[in-house]
């Protein structure tokens, strides 16, 4: 990592177009706005790579209403959880994370409202869930929440099998062929 000091970040439409010194910056750029920022710090994002975005909102409900969990734990906690995880790591620098619950277009959803980059694993099992009752159910409801973020540059997509070991080899050999 290298520190650049009296450096200029160049943005248009969102994205950055150059980070250069800013004598240079003045000279090659005409800007429409300009912002200074003498004594703060520009860094990358950081990933939370945890595979559980909102994994500590559901341990906290699960040790304080433990007999309601089940209940409680719907589409609607999956978005309010998300958006209190996301607010969370937006505090510490966090500008992306990773996601495996049985509520994925929720995550989906929210992160994408939010615009928080989000890889979300999709729930592939043998048995019934809240995402879907039979393997079959999972994997098309996941092709079809894949297909729908497809080209979305916030947003990525992968199976997530819950328990490898309980998968039949034809939901695998689909797998497989649904990952093509």
Request: net charge positive; hydrophobic share 35%.
């Amino acid at each position: 990592m290298q520190l650049l000091e009296d450096h200029s970040l160049l943005v248009r439409d969102g994205r950055i177009l150059d980070i250069l010194p800013s004598s240079t910056a003045t000279l090659r750029y005409s800007a429409t706005r300009y912002c200074s920022e003498i004594s703060h710090l520009l860094m990358p994002g950081m990933g939370q790579c945890a595979s559980r975005g909102r994994h500590a909102c559901c341990c906290a409900l699960q040790r304080t209403k433990p007999a309601q969990s089940n209940r409680i734990v719907n589409p609607d906690f999956a978005r309010d959880s998300t958006l209190a995880a996301i607010a969370e790591m937006l505090k510490s620098g966090i500008t992306c994370f990773c996601d495996r619950s049985y509520f994925p277009e929720e995550t989906l959803r929210t992160a994408n409202e939010q615009g928080m980059r989000v890889v979300v694993g999709m729930p592939v099992t043998e048995m019934p869930t809240p995402w879907a009752g039979t393997a079959a159910q999972s994997l098309t409801r996941s092709l079809g929440l894949r297909d729908k973020y497809k080209g979305d540059p916030l947003v990525s997509t992968a199976f997530a099998p819950r328990a490898a070991n309980t998968l039949s080899d034809a939901t695998f050999a689909r797998l497989r062929h649904a990952g093509r």
